[in-house]
């Protein structure tokens, strides 16, 4: 079974970072995309950023691009989000999810609260 436990949210303040974490078990980040999502309260879900299978391939929000770096280790079935220069804006819940070619999978994680103070 396909299982993702984000971590490493918390409280920080303006302009400060943080390392999210997304631990998967039940398949391997050899063969599966991940993806970073994020939902603010009364905001839509959106997608933050994405690495692929092999690495070679990243993708960034533009509101994110610059301050957001995401990678994997395979090797600890991880997926992480180094996220720096953090603003207000950035606060949500993080969640991450994986896809495998081009279908994402259905199960999300409980997701890791990211609040910023200004």
């Known amino acids: 079974q396909l299982q993702l436990v984000e971590s490493g949210g918390g409280l920080v303040q303006f302009g400060g970072s943080l390392r999210l974490s997304c631990a998967a078990s039940?398949?391997?980040?050899?063969?599966?995309?991940i993806g970073w999502f994020r939902q603010a309260p009364g905001k839509e879900r959106e997608g933050v950023s994405c690495?692929?299978?092999?690495?070679?391939?990243?993708y960034y929000a533009d509101s994110v691009k610059g301050r957001f770096t995401i990678s994997k280790d395979n090797a600890k079935n991880t997926a992480y989000l180094q996220m720096n220069s953090l603003k207000p804006e950035d606060a949500a819940v993080y969640y991450c999810?994986?896809?495998?070619?081009?279908?994402?999978?259905?199960?999300w994680g409980q997701g890791t609260q990211v609040t910023v103070s200004s």
């Open positions: 999810r994986a896809r495998y070619g081009s279908a994402w999978s259905d199960s």
């Open positions: 039940g398949f391997s980040l050899d063969y599966y995309a």
């Open positions: 690495i692929g299978s092999s690495d070679t391939s990243t």
